[in-house]
Every structure is written in structure tokens, then in C-alpha cells.
């Protein structure tokens, strides 16, 4: 007689739902970001041994100073290394608030900031419809930016501006005057955030988010002019700086100061400078190359036809790449600046940069190896230290070219509505479907409404038609 065999019961165990998949990406990120910091922090601070801890002393040497100028109630006026905005004094006088010394201090502040860029990307990821491989892209993005650039990025307030920036461009998406009431109080730190207000959607939110922008950073520059004297003096030595020698205009005189140039570079204006013969010349070309920038800026945003929830983040990407590659100064921490915007942007799956922020990232490294890691060999010429900046002058030149080419591309599109073909790629799964969070979903009809009130032609692509496009607004600028 056969027994029939009984299969052999198999214990598996079951995945993870999407919540509690959602909370172990979650604490990893957490957890990494926890582990890195507490690296950097004992790296700045001296307990750990870094071989380059003199890029800490900003802090100490220059800061500090201030301090104990701004607690008299002016500015620093006759200090040639103040080349800041008037909302930068209550920077320097917050570490006053700690009971710890002033550099402790300061270096926890910046601590915090760095928590916040975090928690912040954190919970734009934690509600995001995003695939599961791409959710924390930004939040991954901002753990690995502060490892790249070293304890420099804690010894500058940068990161404390990047912080206000980010949070202002993220408000973007529930509050244009919140939005613009924060990229305002950014400029008045540190001009550049303002910047991050050119690519807000057209129609009554761009209008709100603007005025509340020049409205916040008017006010509080006022209220600075009236309240402490010197508060504009940052103006008045901006015109005699020379070619700062990490910066991409820079390079043409390290090649010339092999080939017999009577130039030279020396501490001037708070960094390390070229200066001598065709200085002059040169920066009027770097200013030039600003405003042919400014002039690409305006005919992007006055001929671009599409704007998706990514168009801001990709925007603000694209105008501060612009303006780090054609400036005469670069200095290490203006990285940050760029790894903030980058992880921004890949908070949207509709970005365009997503491989820009690749470069940047690369960028990044080069930058901590020629400062401070190489600086003395860049700073005597040698060929090693020098094939380090440039390639990562070039890294950001690439990025920059790349940053534009695509955020005039995705803001364009062919005549049936689509996305071209590679960004359309981009935007859509293995299976074909769109992966577009609800919340750009409901950020697109937004500015369709906005459209719709002020009467300009505004029509929704058809996703039906064609599953592999994003939700996208069509009409003028």
C-alpha cells in the first residue's frame, strides 16, 4: 500500500511591509548620519588627530574677532576679511548663546544645522511615493556631503546658510511667502539663496514667494543699516579682489606663473589670491561671464513652457552652478551649497539632475584632496596639486554645462506635450509606469490653477496617452 507523502511544511519569512521597510531605510540613514557626524565633530574639535586641523582656526581667528566687534553694536567695518551680508553678524554672535567656548560653540551650532538639513529630507522621504531604491536619495546625498568636504564645512557658517536655503526651497512646495520669507532671510546671510527663487512656477506664487523674498531681506537689511553702523561695508572692497587661486579663472595663471608671468598669489581680502599682471583683465572677463550667465537665466525662465515639481529644485541647481563657475573666487565650502541644492533636487523623482549631483559629488572629493589635503602643492605649483583642481574645476565646469542643458531640455518638451525621450526615461519604471509622488501631482495643478486665474494658456499632458510622461504644465512663462 503507497502512503501518500505529505509535503514537508517550509518556514519563510515574509518580507517587510512598505511602512516597515520605510523605517529601516529610515534608521539607516539615521544611524549613518549619527556615526559620520560624531567622526566629524571629533575630528574638528581636535580630539581625533586630523594632520590639517588649521583649516578650524577661521573660527578662532576670524569669527571670534568679529564677535567681540558685532557685541559693541557695529560691524567690522574696517576689516578688509568682512566680505559678508549684514544678517551674517547674527551668525558670529549666536555661538554667545552656548555656554562653551566660542569655537565649541560654534562648531555645535553648525552640528544642529546639519541635523536639521537631515530631518528635513528625512520627512520630505517619509511621505513620498517614490520607489524604494531612490526614496532617501536626497537624505543618502546630505549623509556623505559633510564626510567629502571634512572638518573645513564645520569651521565655516556656510552650512548654517544651506540649512535656511533648503528649508526654504522645500516650503516651496506648501507656502511660496514661507518659502520666500526664508530664501530673503538666506540672502541676507549670504546672498546666494535668493538665487534659489528663479525657477518658482509662474503665476500668483511666484509673485508671492518674490515679494515675501525681497520684502524679508529688505526689512531685516534696514533694520541692520538703522540699528548697527557699518552694516553695508561688506560693498566697499569687492572690487579690489583679485583671482582667487582655486577658482576656475585662476587656472590660466597657474599655467603662466611656469611660463615666466611676474605674478603671484597672497593673502588678500580674507583668501589667497592671484595678483599682478592681466589680473585686471581677466576679472573683467569673470564679470562678463556673469552676466552672459544671468542673460542664459532670464531666457530659460521667460522661454520655458513646462514646469513640473522639480523645476525650482533643478532651477536653483542650475543658477548656482552658473554662478560658483564664473566667479573669481571658489572656495572649498561653496561645495556645500551645491550638495544642499543636489540633495533637494532628488527629492522630486522628476528631477533632471540627478547625474549632476554624480559630479558634483566627485567634485567634492577633488576639493577636500587640493584643500587642505594638497593645498601646499597646489600652492607651489606642482603639477600633482595642480591636475587635482583642475580636474575638479573641470568636474564642475561638466556639471554646470550638464545642470543647464537638461533643466532647458525638461522645461521644454515636443509638440504632443511629451518629455524628450531620455528624460522621459528617466521618470519612468523598468514596468513603464510613472513614478511621480502625489504630492508633484497636486504641485502641477497647483500652478495650473495659478495659470488658470490670471488667464494664461495652461493644459494638463495627457497621462492616459502616454503613461511614461510626468504630469506636466505647458504655456508661458
Not at 100 to 126: E, K, N, R
Not at 252 to 276: D, K, R, T, V
Not at 364 to 375: A, D, G, M, R, Y
Amino acid at each position: 500500500m503507497e502512503v501518500a507523502s505529505t509535503p514537508t511544511a517550509r518556514t519563510t519569512s515574509a518580507p517587510p511591509t512598505a511602512p516597515e521597510g520605510r523605517r529601516q531605510a529610515l534608521v539607516v540613514v539615521v544611524v549613518a548620519w549619527a556615526v559620520t557626524r560624531l567622526l566629524q565633530m571629533l575630528l574638528t574639535t581636535g580630539v581625533l588627530p586630523y594632520p590639517w586641523h588649521w583649516v578650524t582656526t577661521d573660527v578662532g581667528q576670524y569669527y571670534q574677532g568679529w564677535y567681540q566687534v558685532l557685541a559693541t553694536g557695529v560691524f567690522p567695518m574696517d576689516d578688509v576679511s568682512w566680505q559678508y551680508p549684514p544678517g551674517a553678524a547674527a551668525v558670529m554672535l549666536a555661538p554667545a548663546l552656548l555656554p562653551f567656548d566660542y569655537s565649541l560653540s560654534f562648531y555645535l551650532l553648525t552640528l544642529v544645522a546639519d541635523g536639521a538639513v537631515l530631518a528635513m529630507l528625512v520627512s520630505v522621504a517619509a511621505g513620498s511615493k517614490q520607489a524604494p531604491r531612490m526614496r532617501f536619495a536626497g537624505a543618502w546625498v546630505w549623509v556623505a556631503a559633510v564626510p567629502l568636504l571634512g572638518p573645513t564645512i564645520y569651521a565655516r557658517y556656510d552650512l548654517l546658510v544651506t540649512a535656511v536655503a533648503v528649508a526654504g526651497l522645500l516650503a516651496l512646495r506648501h507656502s511660496a511667502g514661507g518659502a520666500g520669507m526664508l530664501l530673503g532671510l538666506g540672502a541676507v546671510l549670504k546672498v546666494w539663496p535668493a538665487l534659489a527663487l528663479i525657477g518658482t512656477p509662474p503665476g500668483p506664487r511666484t509673485r508671492r514667494a518674490w515679494l515675501a523674498g525681497i520684502g524679508t531681506a529688505l526689512g531685516l537689511v534696514a533694520a541692520y543699516v538703522l540699528l548697527m553702523p557699518g552694516a553695508l561695508s561688506f560693498l566697499r572692497y569687492q572690487e579690489a579682489r583679485g583671482i582667487e587661486v582655486e577658482s576656475i579663472w585662476a587656472m590660466p595663471f597657474h599655467i603662466a606663473i611656469h611660463n615666466g608671468w611676474s605674478g603671484h598669489a597672497q593673502m588678500n581680502y580674507g583668501s589667497i589670491e592671484f595678483l599682478g599682471p592681466y589680473i585686471d583683465v581677466v576679472s573683467r572677463l569673470a564679470l562678463l561671464s556673469t552676466v552672459v550667465a544671468t542673460v542664459w537665466v532670464v531666457a530659460w525662465r521667460l522661454t520655458a513652457r513646462r514646469w513640473t515639481s522639480a523645476t525650482p529644485f533643478d532651477a536653483a541647481m542650475a543658477v548656482m552652478l552658473l554662478f560658483v563657475v564664473t566667479s573669481r573666487v571658489i572656495s572649498p565650502q561653496y561645495m556645500i551649497w551645491l550638495l544642499g541644492l543636489g540633495a533637494v533636487c532628488l527629492t522630486v523623482r522628476a528631477t533632471t539632475q540627478r547625474p549632476v549631483v554624480v559630479l558634483v559629488m566627485v567634485a567634492s572629493v577633488l576639493t577636500h584632496w587640493e584643500f587642505p589635503i594638497w593645498f601646499n602643492r597646489v600652492m607651489s605649483e606642482d603639477p600633482a596639486g595642480l591636475t587635482v583642481l583642475f580636474t575638479r574645476n573641470a568636474l564642475l565646469i561638466a556639471a554646470t554645462l550638464l545642470s543647464c542643458v537638461r533643466l532647458w531640455r525638461g522645461s521644454r518638451g515636443d509638440a504632443d506635450g511629451g518629455l524628450p525621450d531620455d528624460l522621459a526615461d528617466d521618470l519612468t519604471d523598468a514596468d513603464g509606469t510613472d513614478e511621480l509622488d502625489e504630492a508633484d501631482e497636486r504641485d502641477e495643478l497647483d500652478v495650473e490653477g495659478d495659470r488658470a486665474g490670471r488667464g494664461g494658456a495652461t493644459r494638463l499632458g495627457a497621462r492616459a496617452d502616454d503613461s511614461s510622461a510626468a504630469p506636466q504644465v505647458q504655456g508661458s512663462a
